[in-house]
């Protein structure tokens, strides 16, 4: 008796969009209340454990990825606006940003190359072909950027996709803890390392830390963004990736 209301509602629930956008914002405050509850140590990353949390619902309910996408694609939509707004912060350091715009230019240029060629040589040297190299080459680029780079280069734009947000995954849980290692104390310097190699997600936890961090963190990723799409298809075609 208790079991067929049960399965009404879930096919109810199912046949909306809300019910993955709904599952998606609760699997969010879940893993924030246990990254608060663990101290906001950087292991707990929310993002990680969300994702980790979503994986396994899909998987125990039988749900294809494009039906999770139809219902919780306004979070995607979102995601426009939500880097547009990191302008907000970033206009409110535009002073700093004056005085540091050679080492910005120099760090940017220097991230970007490594980033992409450190990706390239690792995969190579453990046998990776070509299309994988090529996908592996954007992925500290935010995944729009990089799965656009992948599809036009020859790579796979999916592969690239799981790239990106491992890396910036890793980029956040790993990042702050490295950067305090190395004895970096200034939040400018540590939030556009963060941006640089983590993206949206290395910002969203650079925010975290502190304001001026986000907003140089932000701004690392829109810089690099371009800068990557500038520059890695004549940086593949030199190293003979890619054809002219």
């Not at 969010?28 to 994702?51: C, D, M, Q, S, T």
């Not at 409110?92 to 970007?112: C, F, S, W, Y």
């Not at 790579?155 to 702050?176: N, R």
């Amino acid at each position: 008796m208790t079991d067929a209301p049960l399965t009404q509602i879930w096919v109810y629930l199912a046949a909306s969009p809300l019910l993955w956008l709904t599952a998606t914002l609760v699997c969010y405050l879940i893993a924030l209340k246990i990254y608060r509850l663990g101290r906001e140590n950087a292991l707990l990353n929310p993002v990680a454990i969300a994702v980790g949390l979503l994986i396994a619902l899909l998987q125990l309910t039988g749900t294809p990825y494009q039906t999770y996408f139809d219902g919780a694609q306004f979070v995607h939509f979102l995601l426009g606006p939500a880097t547009v707004a990191l302008a907000i912060p970033l206009y409110r350091q535009r002073e700093r940003l004056k005085t540091l715009a050679l080492p910005i230019l120099a760090a940017l240029l220097a991230g970007v190359t490594t980033a992409a060629l450190s990706a390239v040589a690792l995969g190579a040297l453990f046998g990776a072909d070509t299309k994988t190299l090529i996908s592996l080459a954007p992925k500290s680029v935010t995944a729009p950027v990089a799965m656009g780079i992948s599809e036009k280069l020859g790579g796979l734009p999916s592969l690239t996709a799981v790239l990106v947000v491992s890396t910036g995954i890793v980029g956040a849980v790993l990042g702050t803890g490295l950067l305090r290692l190395l004895r970096i104390r200034d939040d400018a310097v540590k939030g556009f390392a963060m941006g640089l190699t983590s993206h949206g997600i290395g910002t969203a936890r650079a925010f975290q830390v502190s304001p001026v961090m986000g907003a140089f963190s932000g701004l690392a990723m829109a810089l690099s963004a371009f800068v990557t799409a500038l520059l890695l298809p004549p940086l593949l075609r030199w190293i003979g990736l890619v054809g002219d």
